[in-house]
């Protein structure tokens, strides 16, 4: 996946569940993920994007935050219209849920965490591991 399926897949996504995209901001140093905006009436939703690499490949993340996010600020939510249609949209990609996002962190086992980076930031959850804004 690029920058440019990343877009399509949240206009698409926004279309279908009658929200509107507020802006894109890219990857940001010293931050790992990139991040589509989409508004609501009750609420701006961010469709977060990272990407990781093992020996197994390329795999690519997402999750939904509440917007704005910020370093040290992501508040991970459910938006349940938008987990669905993403899912459909995002087929063979790994969607998270709040619940797996705060999760605490299993160092042996997958999702990608770096083990040393992990140890050193001590992120509060799985969710913060993934995306973070460590240096």
């Known amino acids: 996946m690029d920058q440019k399926e990343f877009r399509k897949a949240c206009y698409e996504a926004a ?6 995209i507020a802006r894109f901001l890219p990857y940001q140093q010293p931050g ?3 991040q589509a905006e989409i508004v609501y009436p009750h609420r701006t ?3 977060l994007w990272t ?5 197994g490949g390329r795999h690519e993340i997402f999750g939904i935050a509440e917007a704005p996010v910020g370093f040290g600020s992501i508040t991970f ?3 349940p219209g938008l987990l669905a249609v993403l899912g459909e949209l995002l ?3 790994r969607l998270y849920t709040r619940a797996e996002l705060e999760a605490p962190i299993d160092l042996t086992a997958p999702p990608w965490v770096d083990y040393r980076e992990a140890r050193f930031w001590r992120p509060d959850n799985l969710g913060e591991a993934l995306f973070n804004c460590w240096d």
């Open 15 to 20: 279309r279908r569940t009658r929200g509107q």
């Open 45 to 47: 939703a961010a469709v």
């Open 32 to 34: 790992n993920f990139e």
């Open 77 to 79: 939510v459910d938006e």
């Open 91 to 93: 087929r063979g990609h």
């Open 51 to 55: 990407q990781d690499w093992d020996e």
